[in-house]
């Protein structure tokens, strides 16, 4: 016979299991009635109704097993007599003692979506730039060793008078910023029972629906610190229709004529030679520009190239060869794609993918403030081309006022220098370069004194006589000489070099880097660099495109062959200047409700082809990206 104090024991120890069963459930136990038996310790529940609580992360419509988890005592009479609505959304009785919960985007009408449309806008003249940049070299000496000539970039934007027409787009009921990317809803569902005596009573329990998307990014495959750009997500769509400079459906147009959020898509291919830079100026940004809508061989912009001045740009499979046909590089050097800011405040979020960058004479690509308290944060290129800058022959320069930058997955082939070039130095300078393919250069990458960089898992394979012998250095930056080398925090590792003898990095890197990645909240997870070029080389630059002079690139750094420019003088032409680029366009019948997807594929995927405003509702449920995203990425 067990002791009284066993028994007290026992049952205390009973008492604390109850508690934790029902005190760790994520669920809230509605108990109607409970009995702890005397003789023997078990439970008998009845009528047990548990609230419930989801998390899903697809927006398509869910089937919801609330009696599961329940407890009746007679459970064949059991049923579920009535629900409460959701805020968003729609909840169904159905005949098997389920619920189906229906997103609210499954459920759009007319009012929730405005149409996308092409605008027509009177273009009275041709944008007037008062002048271009003024550009001021940061190494006069051009291949000189010594950096002392460097100075800050500086731009006075050029104004116009001309009407802008600003759309107010409503915003895609789809589309939640990364830190609104987890929403509640709440309802309640009534269940009548009947017990052996034919009573009937009814109970409500209560359910909670989690949507969680995960991270919401610019498209699937983007990486580094621009990938939540937003870019035109839930804006008009706006259709090139032409190859013209300027004009309606130009992509001048598009970008300096419109302000709003926006998708560019084109219904036209080939060359679109530009008279000036195109420039995404501030109060103009919030647009991507969906390069790989075009048809035929794709686009390339010819003449001159793209300035971004604002925040939110997405731009994606487009080629941009400056050359020297539309300017004399003796009285300007264009950049092929340049990211700046002269006003305080900051520019946010801009990712550029699958981009080829050519002939630039000046550089292929830069980033720089030029104003104090003026700041570019959150950027990414990734899997570009840059490649055979021409007259100053640089590649990449990272300037003034810039943190959270990746350089990520492109290739620097036949650039003489600046493969990167980190130009000031300042405690907020931070970017990180991973995962890059450097192929013959004369300067490589050169970083200033106190920044934070991570370098790794590049590649840097020789094709010439390099003028710096060390592929990574760590130095003076000519505007703060003075800049004490001990307040950086650099990193590099699994750096690899080809062709060369030369130690990876010089005196000053070695005494100063540090031993572990010095940007703790980066989003990126690199590539060995053993296994970097069976991983990049098939995956570069505008690739869904044929292009001849990509494909030649791809093959020099394969089979070591190709050079830079033998001088300040030579022109694209010593690269075989523009290929045939065949120009073609879209059907009238390819998307006849204008809302830039194609009939063929709103067909595929149970869309209306007739239908302007299903663009922006999400039929697929893929973590709540608009049927227009889905389409282009």
């Known amino acids: 016979m067990k002791s009284p104090i066993f028994k007290v024991i026992q049952l205390m120890v009973s008492v604390i299991v109850l508690s934790l069963i029902f005190s760790c459930s994520k669920d809230t136990d509605l108990l109607a009635d409970y009995i702890i038996a005397e003789n023997h310790n078990e439970i008998s529940v009845t009528n047990l109704v548990v609230d419930d609580s989801y ?8 089937v919801l097993d609330v009696l599961y988890n329940d407890s009746y005592s007679n459970p064949d009479k059991v049923k579920i007599v009535e629900v409460s609505q959701p805020n968003e959304g729609t909840v169904v009785i159905n005949e098997d003692n ?38 001021v070299d940061e190494d006069n000496s051009k291949d000189t060793d010594s950096p002392s000539n460097d100075v800050p970039m500086e731009e006075i934007p050029a104004e116009t008078n001309n009407p802008v027409q600003h759309i107010e787009s409503e915003p895609e009921q789809q589309t939640e910023s990364p830190a609104e990317k987890e929403k ?68 001048r147009n598009a970008l300096e004529k419109i302000q709003g959020k926006r998708t560019i898509v084109f219904d036209v291919s080939g060359y679109i030679v530009l008279k000036s830079q195109l420039k995404i100026r501030t109060g103009y940004g919030e647009v991507t520009i969906a390069g ?34 539309q300017h004399n590089p003796e009285e300007l050097e264009l950049d092929a794609i340049r990211i700046g800011r002269v006003k305080s405040g900051i520019t946010n979020n801009i990712i550029v993918d699958h981009c080829s960058f050519s002939w630039a004479t000046d550089e292929l690509a830069s980033i720089n403030s030029v104003t104090e308290g003026a700041s570019i944060q959150n950027v990414t290129y990734q899997n570009c081309i840059m490649a055979e800058a021409i007259i100053s022959r640089y590649g990449m320069l990272v300037g003034a006022g810039v943190s959270r930058i990746s350089v ?15 130009s000031y130095s300042a405690p907020e300078i931070e970017f990180e370069f991973i995962n890059n393919i450097i192929y013959d250069y004369n300067r490589a ?33 000519p505007l703060k ?43 990126i997870n690199p590539t060995p660099s053993v296994d970097l070029e069976n991983k990049l080389l098939n995956d570069l630059g505008a690739n869904i495109y044929e292009s001849p002079v990509d494909k030649r690139i791809l093959e020099e750094y394969k ?42 594929w709103e067909i595929l995927h149970s869309l209306d082809p007739s239908n302007p405003k299903d663009g922006k509702e999400d039929n697929n449920g893929d973590n709540k990206k608009s049927n227009l995203c889905s389409y282009y990425q």
């Open 98 to 135: 389920t619920l189906t919960f229906i997103p609210e985007s499954k459920n759009l009408d007319s009012s929730h979506a405005e149409t996308p449309k092409e605008l027509d806008i009177k273009y009275d003249e041709p944008i007037e730039e008062k002048s271009e940049p003024l550009i």
């Open 292 to 325: 790989q809508t075009a048809p035929g061989e794709g686009i390339t912009l010819r003449g001159h190239g793209i300035e971004i001045w604002d925040s939110e740009v997405i731009i994606r499979y487009l080629r941009i060869r400056v050359g020297t046909e």
């Open 481 to 523: 000489p003075d800049y004490n080398p001990a307040k950086g925090n650099i990193h590099q590792s699994d750096n690899r070099t080809i062709n060369t003898n030369f130690a990876k990095t010089n005196s000053k890197f070695d005494l100063y880097g540090k031993s572990n990645r010095v940007i703790t909240h980066s989003l």
């Open 559 to 600: 089979t070591s062959t190709g050079s830079q420019v033998s001088s300040y003088t030579d022109t694209e032409l010593f690269f075989g200047g523009y290929p045939i680029l065949k120009s073609e366009s879209r059907p009238n019948n390819y998307d006849m409700d204008r809302d830039g997807m194609s009939d063929s």
């Open 445 to 477: 990458t050169e970083i200033s004194f106190g920044n934070t960089i991570d370098i790794i898992g590049n590649i840097y394979k020789i094709n010439s006589s390099p003028e710096d012998t060390y592929a990574i250095s760590y130095g003076r930056s």
């Open 184 to 251: 509640n809803e709440n309802f309640t569902y009534t269940v009548e029972t009947e017990d052996e005596n034919g009573k009937t009573t009814n109970e409500t329990g209560e359910v909670e629906v989690k949507f969680d998307y995960g991270e919401l990014t610019a498209f699937p495959e983007a990486e580094g610190f621009g990938k939540n750009t937003i870019g035109g997500r839930g804006g008009v769509v706006i259709h090139v229709t032409n190859l013209s400079d300027n004009g309606p459906g130009s992509l």
């Open 408 to 422: 990520y997955n492109n290739l620097f082939a036949h650039n003489a220098q600046r493969n990167i070039r980190n």
């Open 55 to 62: 998390v899903i992360t697809t927006n398509a419509e869910i």
